[in-house]
């Protein structure tokens, strides 16, 4: 496994899809062509919910590939094509626990510094120190340098953690000497000095940083000139809509589906959905005895239009949707158990034949003369989806009350397993709600073993016979409802050409979008040629 490429795929416990959908966009923007200041191009991109030390671990996003590069990274929309970043070649031991990697041996930093295998060691060190961990390197054991190119990590279990495409690599001889303890306060984050295709020109403090073209990027030298970063703080929806629509920017990202809506009918604008590796699942605590009969589980799925929702939260036709979770690695070619289908009938007979009848004609089914009335935790975010199942349910007689609460609150609620039933924020549903550790107990320990061996495999061929198990077996034990992919909005002037290749339109979670691909974007006729 000498070649820069290599077939590899990651473990999900949600599904990806990438989708182009230009729909409402006319060619005709000759009114507002994109600005040329002080003889540059410059794209100028709206990011929410950020600061000027969006390159920085605070906020560990996706804008840090425009200046920090990681070993490797991924072709197209793809999360199984390799190619190296840093890294030229990489082989991993018999027993994928030692990886020998060696690096590009034509990448320096902005400030002319070769970056080298000690960049990678200090890195590695700097993230597992005690006053830091931050994410990317908890499952090295440690690196050792073979010379200025090529070094070895030795892993703590069998893993491909080397072709994780999300820890970048920092330089040793600007932060050597600097505090870890203040690590996540370095100056260094509101002024970096990176590897990657943009370095830093300025920043101006909450309100946006300024970006150059590296022209010693070892890909060659990015189309665009500049790129101008004006952050707004919280969710931006119709504002963000309006900037665009007044020609103070060419690029929104992170807008909801419904948000982006508002621009379905106007020219000159493309609008890129982007579905990542999150999505939401309201999780039924299956040690209440309500909940711990399948017939019960699998009636609420089958009672519950999961393509509806989707259209009422604005996604296009033909998302996906499943109950069970799934190995996937082409984003166009989702592999994916099959959903339980929308059928009240079904749901009402499974029900009926667990106990469950409206004995007093009130509309709400009972049993032993207990009504069939839960309370769902969830956060603000979720309360769309929320009352979309309540009223899918109320319709089979079953009353679900909600409670919105804080995310820190919810998140506490489930570990702790108090709860009925939950939305709970970032859960992967594979390991967290039927693991071993699984904070509700073991459902069943098959499932918890195939899921376990699914999630932990190295080999890639392995993985998938393993998955196909374990997500086959997941979907029949139905421990929680799939409720919709998590999914954003980027929208831009259709003069801006190649969003949606190299990597761009992916999941956060696969290394690079909206922003890890601007070095390969141009403006309309004037693409360079890179090398």
């Known amino acids: ?204 403090p909450a309100t946006m940083v300024e970006l150059e073209a590296n022209p010693d990027y070892y890909l060659g030298r990015p189309s665009i000139d500049r790129v101008r970063i004006q952050f707004k703080i919280g969710g931006q929806g119709q504002s963000g809509a309006l900037e665009l629509l007044a020609g103070n920017v060419d690029m929104v990202t992170r807008l909801s589906p419904i948000q982006a809506g508002m621009l379905d009918d106007e020219p000159g604008l493309n609008s890129y959905y982007v579905y990542q590796a999150l999505s939401v699942w309201l999780i039924w605590n299956f040690t209440d005895p309500r909940f711990s009969d399948l017939r019960v589980r699998q009636a609420l799925a089958h009672a519950t239009d999961r393509v509806e929702l989707q259209r009422v939260l604005g996604f296009p036709d033909g998302v996906p949707v499943t109950d069970g979770v799934f190995f996937l690695c082409d984003p166009q070619n989702i592999q994916a158990p099959e959903p339980y289908a929308y059928d009240p009938e079904r749901a009402q007979t499974l029900l009926a034949e667990a106990g469950w009848r409206d004995g007093d004609s009130d509309g709400v089914l009972d049993r032993d003369g207990e009504p069939f009335a839960f309370t769902l935790l969830l956060q603000r975010r979720g309360v769309t989806a929320a009352v979309f199942v309540q009223e899918q349910l109320r319709r089979i007689g079953i009353e679900m009350r909600l409670q919105v609460l804080n995310g820190n609150v919810v998140k506490l609620r489930f570990e702790a397993g108090d709860f009925e039933a939950i939305i709970a924020p970032v859960v992967t549903p594979e390991r967290t709600v039927v ?97």
């Not at 392995?462 to 954003?488: C, E, K, Q, T």
């Not at 801006?496 to 922003?515: C, E, S, T």
Request: proline share 7%; glycine share 8%; with cysteine.
């Open 1 to 204: 496994m000498t070649d820069a490429r290599m077939r590899r795929c990651r473990t999900l416990g949600s599904m990806l899809v990438a989708l182009v959908c230009t729909s409402g966009c006319q060619p005709d923007r000759s009114d507002r062509a994109l600005p040329m200041e002080d003889g540059l191009r410059t794209v100028r991109v709206l990011y929410s919910g950020a600061n000027e030390q969006v390159f920085g671990p605070v906020w560990d996003d996706s804008p840090k590939f425009l200046i920090f590069q990681p070993l490797v990274t991924y072709e197209a929309n793809t999360c199984s094509d390799i190619v190296g970043g840093l890294a030229a070649r990489w082989d991993p031991s018999p027993d994928w626990k030692t990886w020998t990697i060696e690096l590009r041996s034509d990448v320096r930093w902005h400030d002319g510094v070769p970056v080298t295998s000690a960049d990678v060691a200090f890195t590695v060190a700097l993230l597992n120190d005690p006053a830091v961990l931050a994410y990317g390197a908890g499952p090295v054991d440690s690196v050792e340098i073979l010379d200025s190119l090529r070094f070895r990590i030795h892993l703590k279990r069998p893993s491909d953690w080397p072709l994780d495409g999300w820890p970048v690599v920092y330089p040793k001889h600007l932060l050597d000497d600097l505090d870890p303890a203040e690590f996540y306060e370095w100056e260094f984050w509101t002024r970096p000095v990176g590897n990657g295709p943009f370095r830093y020109v300025r920043h101006v």
């Open 435 to 531: 693991g071993m550790d699984s904070p509700l107990g073991l459902l069943d320990r098959e499932l918890a073993r195939a899921v376990e061996a699914a999630t932990t495999e190295p080999d890639l061929d392995r993985r998938l016979r393993l998955w196909n198990i374990a997500g086959d077996r997941y979907r029949d034990f139905a421990p929680a409802l799939f409720l919709h992919s998590v999914m954003s909005v980027l929208i831009a002037d259709e003069r801006l050409m190649g969003i949606g290749d190299h990597g761009m339109i992916v999941r956060r979670m696969a290394w690079r979008h909206a922003f890890g691909g601007l070095e390969h974007l141009w403006v309309g006729d004037d693409r360079r040629v890179m090398r």
